[in-house]
């Protein structure tokens, strides 16, 4: 049996010590370049730690599914098969989770982000710019969901 932890964006949050992540980069932006995974970059990310989580070298690779992420670990040294398998069972393990009602999802979702303006976290500008977001992203994962179990 495959566990594996799962966050729900666009909060996201450092796996070790819970700090808040700014947000998720993707992967072309992280690698600066071409790599031989560029046709996987649609499902990697990398957690957008805080200085303190990147001096303790906590991870930050994320195979990603629409807002759902999981970590995502290369063991060293391995072939360029072995980081693609890794990258599609991340990819599956995220396909299989149970889908929540997606308005009752939108509303937990939302309902954080009224509570992190409240409790003076976040400026009530970008609240509204993940509300718009959260809104967007989960039409989008509704087809990419799709999509992926069609090619899966």
Known sequence: MNIRPV???PVYRCWVCQRPAAGIMDFRTAMGGPTVLDR????????DLDRICRQQMHPSRV?????????LHFPKGCTVEERIQAIQDAV???????????????????????HLVYVGTIHPD?????????????????????????VW
């Open 7 to 9: 966050q729900t964006g």
């Open 40 to 47: 996987y970059a649609d499902y990697i990310g990398y957690l």
């Open 63 to 71: 195979a990603r599914l629409g807002n759902l992420v999981t970590p």
């Open 92 to 114: 599956q393990f995220l396909l299989e989770q149970p889908q929540e009602n997606l308005a009752d999802q939108m509303m937990r979702e939302i309902a954080r982000i009224i």
């Open 126 to 150: 970008k609240a509204m710019g993940l509300v718009r977001l959260i809104l967007t992203m989960k039409a989008e994962e509704m087809e990419v969901r799709h999509e992926m179990s069609m």
